[in-house]
């Protein structure tokens, strides 16, 4: 079934969803009303991704920031609360992301595969948080993701608890630094300019 939008209102008076729920509160907290509904399954914002994104804007103050797998755009109105000057969100079902984040100013939407803008662009900060089935594809294309930002990027690399394989297959890597947050497994790819800030958010989340 193609996926559709459903306000997280609806979500939380069907009992789909508490609304105590950390995609519920973050939602609510950046003014985020829609979710995509794919059977059953719901995307929406983690607490480990929004946390490290938030630290991460707080501290490199990007001007320009592009939100791969962009879902909701609960990421991309962060960045834009956080004072970005210019986002690009980029979603394959985008009727969500429209109606939440439509109309804004300094935001632009597109609607297409987020695999097609590996490589392409240049921007202060990169963030990916990509379904499952394509994170070691991902993975693969690391090199890709470093010529696109200037000072970091930061990708959801799954739960802590079976992220083993790909954390390991950063291991070694320069200007990479593996983190948890609420349970999940981030990469965040840095330059060197922003080393002793990167140093302070991996501290603020251990
Ligand atoms: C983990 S969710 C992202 C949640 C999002 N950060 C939020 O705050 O709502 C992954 C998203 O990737 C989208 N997606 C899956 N394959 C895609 C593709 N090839 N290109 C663009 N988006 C895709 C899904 O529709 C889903 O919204």
Same mark, same amino acid.
């Given at each position: 079934m193609r996926p559709k939008p459903i306000e997280i209102n609806r979500l939380i008076e069907t009992g789909r969803l508490s609304n105590l729920s950390p995609i519920a509160l973050i939602s609510e907290k950046l003014g985020i009303r829609w979710l995509m509904i794919f059977d059953e399954y719901i995307y929406g914002p983690t607490p480990g991704i929004v946390e490290a994104l938030d630290l991460l804007l707080t501290k490199l103050r990007p001007r320009t920031v592009l939100d791969l797998f962009a879902g909701s755009g609960a990421l991309s109105k962060l960045a834009l609360?956080? +004072?970005?000057?210019?986002?690009?969100?980029?979603?394959? *079902?985008?009727?969500? $992301?429209?109606?939440?984040?439509? +109309?804004?100013? !300094?935001?632009?939407?597109?609607? +297409? &595969? @987020?695999? &097609?803008? $590996?490589?392409?662009?240049? *921007? &202060?900060?990169?963030?990916?948080?990509?379904?499952?089935? /394509?994170? &070691?594809?991902? $993975?693969? !294309?690391?090199?890709?993701?470093?010529?696109?930002?200037?000072? @970091? @990027? /930061? $990708?959801?690399?799954?739960?802590?608890?079976?992220?083993?394989?790909?954390?390991?297959?950063?291991? +070694?890597k320069r200007m990479t630094s593996v983190i948890e947050a609420w349970g999940d497994a981030l990469a965040i790819l840095w330059k060197r300019s922003c080393r002793e800030k990167i140093k302070i958010v991996e501290r603020a989340l251990r």
């Open positions: 609360l956080r +004072g970005v000057k210019h986002v690009r969100c980029v979603e394959k *079902y985008a009727e969500a $992301l429209k109606l939440n984040l439509g +109309g804004l100013r !300094r935001v632009e939407v597109i609607e +297409g &595969d @987020a695999m &097609d803008f $590996l490589g392409e662009g240049k *921007y &202060d900060m990169v963030v990916i948080d990509p379904p499952e089935e /394509l994170i &070691d594809q991902l $993975l693969k !294309r690391v090199d890709e993701i470093r010529e696109m930002f200037k000072l @970091a @990027a /930061l $990708l959801w690399l799954g739960s802590w608890r079976d992220a083993g394989p790909r954390i390991k297959s950063l291991k +070694g």
